[in-house]
């Protein structure tokens, strides 16, 4: 290829990512987070009567009918969990949205859960879940914006477009030199080149990660537009009606009695007949009371890929038993079903188990890496260097350039400052947890509040010590989560808690594993801030003579 493609393509690479890194650094620091939502949630969660025990499926009919004499609004969309864990609820919950809210807005939802009492009563209330592994989601999704609504989701689709780019065009950069280069890893004093081979060993191994991300970013961010061309082309304009839960054509006039609905023991029986791979962990049933009443019977098939995050459904009438629909079902599904199923199993990693989750978590970790990284061989190519020779280099490190200063400040603060934010939001959940009348209020003010005030600090102290300082953070409120449940479990009248189970146990030995990295990061910071070459943007000298 001509030598003068190759800088275009070198020219399109480094402001697509240097456009991008950032967003996709918070992105991709969330992501691998919401890997691991459920342990979180379970970490999060305090120990509650109402919680980590499942409702026996005998006491479910009772339930249902007498919830939705009391509270009508219920049987448009409900729960029941049949597995337990400590933050899942042992009874029926409902969530009302306020009208005109957007579907992924979960700012303003409103949570209630029904729970049967000894004497065969009901009660029934508003309860406050943690909010933590949404707002968590919601940053990955929308890439830190302080909103989930349509106009951020069509930022993150740029983004995504700009990441699609940058990997092409880093593709076409280093085909003439990828054989020789692929595994070169020069170790020494030349740091830039270090990062350099890095930057691309790093990249090209985890190309095809990196491809399905950006692609799977794109059309989720795009799905409404896309949606929509897919009705005015195929569906000629009956979107609704085509994706309709299938049934019987003859609706009856009248509302429907719950009380009439087949067990769930029942309906579980039916599925494992249709499916004997799939295992049950939660039904969620729709407008029981109308024509076109269902239930989703949400679980996973360890022998086949997810459809969702939360894994797969199979729709049943709940009056007659019959299966209506399959499309969501894991391992019987259709294959234009499976080929869009696919895009959400390869971005959410709901296929291999656990294994293949941290395989995503250590690749996405890898990734946030790579868009820092990027950023530091920007700041590295453009940064003005001392002289070596001659009577000039005497004067001491040269200023430099206001654009490299800026970019600096703007990547330690943006990057470590969505580390601390996301690790101090976590410690929140058990310390605000009774203490405040809005948790999940608190989630977001105490994030966007530790995110601003580290890019703040980064731009006034400077690249260099802002580092040092920052890192230092994200290490003690990493540090805090394990130290809040060690706390927990020596004091627990201090109203924290703890968890015996494995998967909340993983949230502490993981985090305490993260605040040693970062420790480890700030020490090497400060020994390159102190000793390294003075005209570096990350030396304390070259920030004293800006």
Known sequence: M?????????????????????????????????LFKAPL?????????????????????????????????????FQLQLKAAEHLPQGLSWQLHPPGADEHDHAATRHYLATLQADG?????????????????????????????????????????????ALVSGVIVLLPSLLKDLFALRVGRN??????????????????????????????????????????????????????????????????????????AELLGRVQAQAPGFRPSALQYLNVTGPRAAVRVWG?????????????????DPYSGK???????????????????????????????????????????????????????WLETRRAKAPRNGNDAAAGPPPQRRNVRWMAAATVGVCLGAVCGISLSIVAAKWLHGRVADLNGWHHALYYATFFSAVAWAFWRGAAHAAVHLLW??????????????LGWCLPASG?????????????????????????????????VAHGPADSIWSARSTASA
């Open 121 to 165: 009563s009901v009660q029934a209330g508003e309860v406050q879940p943690s909010g933590l592994t949404d707002l968590i989601d919601t940053l990955h999704r929308v890439v830190g914006l302080p909103l989930d609504s349509d106009p951020t989701r069509w930022v993150m689709g740029v983004i995504a477009a700009l990441y699609a780019m």
């Open 496 to 528: 924290l808690w703890v968890h015996a189970s494995m998967a909340a146990l993983g949230v502490d030995v993981t985090a305490l594993a993260g605040s040693l990295g970062f420790a480890w990061l700030a020490r090497a910071t400060a020994q390159r």
């Open 323 to 377: 299966i209506v629909s399959t499309d969501f079902l894991p391992g019987s599904q259709s294959l234009p079903n499976a080929l869009i199923a696919s895009f959400f199993a390869l971005h959410f990693g709901t296929y291999g188990g656990t294994p293949l989750q941290w395989m995503y978590f250590l690749l996405g970790l890898a990734g946030a890496w790579l868009f820092y990284g990027g950023n530091l061989l």
């Open 191 to 264: 740091l830039k080149r270090m990062w350099l081979d890095a930057h691309n060993v790093v990249g090209i191994i985890s190309l095809p990660f990196h491809l399905v991300m950006a692609l799977t970013a794109l059309v989720f961010a795009w799905h409404d537009g896309f949606y929509a061309i897919q009705d005015r082309l195929i569906h000629g304009g009956q979107w609704g009606s085509a994706f309709a839960i299938r049934g019987s054509t003859t609706a009856p006039a009248a509302p429907r009695d719950p009380a009439a609905m087949l067990p769930p």
């Open 2 to 34: 001509r030598s003068e493609f190759i800088r275009i393509y070198k020219s399109v690479h480094t402001w697509t990512g240097i456009v991008a890194g950032m967003a996709l650094f918070i992105a991709f620091y969330a992501g691998v987070i919401t």
């Open 300 to 316: 996973d098939d360890p022998q086949a890929h997810s459809p969702r995050f939360a894994g797969g459904f199979v729709a049943i």
């Open 41 to 77: 949630a379970r970490w999060a969660t305090p120990p509650s009567n109402a919680y980590g025990r499942a409702l026996s499926l005998d006491e479910v009919p009772a339930l249902i009918e007498r919830t939705l004499q009391q509270h009508p609004a219920a049987g448009r969309d």
């Open 473 to 486: 953070l994200a290490a003690a409120f990493t540090l805090a989560i394990p130290a809040t449940s060690l």
